[in-house]
């Protein structure tokens, strides 16, 4: 019989959930994809949706709002990189255009003059959790940020002297736009290129739509350059000087939540295609560059010494450019045998004594087939990892990162995570690259600014599993699991249900008859048709609420073994 707290328990924690989360992982506007779902698994977490503006100048201090779901408990933010801060000013409602009270966090963020521009990550936390990064534009450049709340659907803005920097909202319905008003000489190109990295991380995300006006309020003709994710850029030849106007509209019917918009403005250096886009190492190339107010049209380039990245850093330099634009270092060589590893969430939460759950899916490049090993490298005093084993044939695993219940950080801490394989008889190490989920399976890789994980010791409950527990499982009767929760009170099984979080098919976890003190854990068995006797593998289990499938908690990764 299910007690009168035990249903206060439930009713809170079904009250809790919002949405389901699917993870997922893929390469957005680089040509090549791939994407791995982890099983579903669903959890209450901080869920970012939006910063608003969603970047500064260097040297100044100004308000940001952030918007998501789950942030009732927010308290904190953190910001990657060196010099900029953000510290909590406090909670508070706003009125769209709809009349929508919209609750939001505030912060002041505080850029100093001498940090570097480029793309920041910036996390919310509450007391246990952290949420997934936001992307942060740091740019030396003028800012021009309009209001959030309520205003005129047709508003007209000076943009100033050019170089700008727009923030804004795009506007709740086809007709809403804002209008920013310029002057321009004639024959200047005049580009409008949004920060598509800075985009909201919502399925329903509107996307800004650029159109550049005349005096007379005639479209004016522009050329329109793709950025992926909905984005264009679009560049404007002045045909005459006077004054002109950009228009920033949406195409889709949303609120403001997720219509915010970073959009730059001037008369900017974009590069809009490179030939040849590649060269032998050690080579010297003619580098011929296509665009809008470029310094020069052709770089000589010598790649004696330098990897992609300098060679890239060469050609681009501070300009502005397509997304899908690389330049690759060939080689007479072959091509060795490689990998790449992935990881998702790019924030962990840790509970004090417990683990926190991280999916793994990897690439295998010319010819590799073999395991692959990630690990953490160099973790702080009291964190370790389980797991993190990928075998030969598989693309997908799973680890948990762990800490002891007495010495462990008790603040937010970075997480290196490294990957190893014996190719030909050498041990290649590879970083492993967080990846930034979005809510419609679409996801960021490392490119877009994703630096490092982040992880944070939280104080919620745990699902105790021993460490270097190998659990053996008969291929008839199963095996008996014993575990430990504060969850696991009197009658818990009416609440709560066990689950295999990993593997994705072949183990089945079950509630175990209660032992001599009356105790019930958990009872596993394989299928043997996928675990035949004498397999062997890592395994994860979990414990969620019945009625509405929300994980509580989850336990260490474990080794299995299959008997007889």
Known sequence: MMTTRNKRIDLALARRIRRTVIWAAG????????????????????????????????????EVRVGGVNLETVNSAIVSGEGVRAVYIGRTSETNLVKARLPVHRFKVVIEPDAKPGIRELRICNPVRICEPLMFDVRAMRELTEPITARDRSSVRDAGPLPVCLNGSAGLTRKSADFYRFQATAGEQIVAYPVWQTRPFTSSSATPKLNFYGADDSLCKSEKFELGRGLSAKVLTIPETGVYKLRVGTSVTNNINSAVYRVLLGKLPLITGISPTEAKKGSSTNVSLDGFNLPQNRIRLFTGGKDEALCREAIFGDSLALPGLDFKLISDLPPAPDFRVWMSPASVSIPAGGSGLVWLQAERQNGYTGPIQVFLSYPPLGICFEGGYIPAGESKGVMTVSTDSHRYPKTSFSLDMAASANVNGETIVRPVEPVRQERDGQSLPKAMGLDYALGRVAKFRVLNVASNFTARISAKAGGALDVSSPYMTKSWEEIYEPYVVWPESGLQVTVNMPDENGRRGFLLKADPKLFPAGSAGDAVVGLRVIKTGISVATSRCFKFRVTE
């Open 27 to 62: 390469f957005a506007g680089l040509g090549t994809a791939l994407a791995f779902s982890p099983p579903m698994h669903k959890t209450i977490s901080p869920q970012c949706n939006y910063v608003y503006p969603s970047g500064g100048e260097p040297g100044s201090e100004f």
